[in-house]
């Protein structure tokens, strides 16, 4: 008897989706991307990482709000995806109806927050106190949504009233509820991960979370959860506002290029051990726990 075979019917610029009847079955893959583009080079173990840390952090937040995690085992899952290239790096998960909104929050002021305070001493539109410097943190995180692009376009940061209007167009009498909800889910997951993260001597700068609605209209966290590639992280020790700080993300990567404009979208082998090295630390920083597939 032949195994059935899947194709992903959705491929984003790092993971593959696919349909597994009632559920979906999403794949990490090792490619990376930066500035929109998906770089020549695969990261080893980065996508087994990135759902592993997933994991962690579902099953950690789960008293705060559901999320569509079902297994990681591939055991549980048809037996194509028995494969070792799928062992480790796949999630099978409740489909859910993706609200069009990318749930951003800020706990710290850097990256394009920081180069928007310098203009205006506002972030998103956001009015923010004079005197921060570069990495302050903020006196309370702040929630910036955007809208969610179309792969190669640039998602766009809308103000929290007109997330509003967004959702009002598709859910009529029920656009503020949902905003109200997403706003206040990210705010909460932020504040308990990004707390727990500082006792593992990790700073969460910022983030993104997505959302949808399972069959009973309820708001449900899907997607990924604070890994490398969704969340700034820095290292806790040598934290010192004024200046950009190291990280484990990938703005090692993201500097790597900018400062090296003829990449061809092609890293040197060093950067990739180091961005590997990285994304391992972070895991083990935060789960306690030794990396293995």
């Given at each position: ?12 610029k790092v993971r ?6 009632d ?5 990490a893959t090792?490619?990376i991307s930066a500035?929109?583009?998906i770089?020549?080079n ?6 087994a990482?990135?759902t592993q840390?997933?994991?962690?952090w579902?099953d950690y ?5 559901h ?10 899952m048809p037996?194509?995806?028995q494969q070792e290239k799928?062992d480790g ?10 609200l069009?909104?990318?749930c951003?929050v800020r ?8 180069a928007?305070y310098q203009?205006?001493q506002?972030?998103?539109g956001?009015?923010?106190p004079e005197g ?7 006196a309370?995180?702040i929630?910036t949504?955007?809208?969610k692009?179309e792969?190669?376009d640039?998602?766009?940061?809308i103000?929290?009233e ?11 009498g ?5 905003a109200t909800q997403?706003?206040?889910?990210t ?5 308990k991960c ?9 700073i969460i700068?910022?983030?993104?979370f ?9 708001v449900?966290l ?5 890994t490398p ?15 950009s700080?190291?990280?484990f ?11 090296n404009?003829?990449n ?8 990739v051990?180091?961005?590997i090295?990285k ?11 030794e990396?293995?597939?």
């Open positions: 008897m032949s195994i059935q075979e899947f194709k992903p019917f959705k491929e984003g593959e989706v696919y349909d597994n009847g559920s979906l079955i999403i794949v090792d490619r500035f929109d583009n770089l020549k695969k990261i080893t173990d980065k996508g990482i990135l840390m997933s994991k962690f579902f937040t789960k008293d705060v709000v999320n569509h995690m079902l297994s990681v085992d591939v055991k549980d037996e194509y995806f799928f790096n796949s999630m099978m998960c409740k489909k859910l109806e993706m069009p909104i990318e951003i706990g710290y002021i850097t990256g394009s927050g920081w928007s203009e205006n506002t972030v998103c956001i009015k923010l921060l410097v570069e990495s302050d943190k903020l309370e995180p929630y949504p955007s809208t692009a792969l190669g640039h998602d766009e940061n103000s929290f007109e997330s509003i209007n967004v959702l009002e167009k598709i859910y009529p029920k656009g503020e509820y949902y997403l706003r206040d889910k705010i909460a997951l932020y504040k990004a707390e727990y993260a500082l006792s593992k001597g990790i700068a910022d983030t993104k997505e959302f949808g609605l399972n069959e009973d209209g309820e449900v899907g997607d990924e959860m604070l590639d969704s969340s700034r992280f820095w290292p806790l020790e040598g934290y010192k506002p004024g200046q700080q190291p990280s993300d990938k703005q090692f990567v993201r500097d790597w290029l900018k400062q404009k003829d061809d979208n092609l890293l040197p082998e060093e950067v051990g180091k961005t090295e994304y391992k630390e972070a895991f083990e920083l935060l789960t306690g726990k990396f293995s597939r």
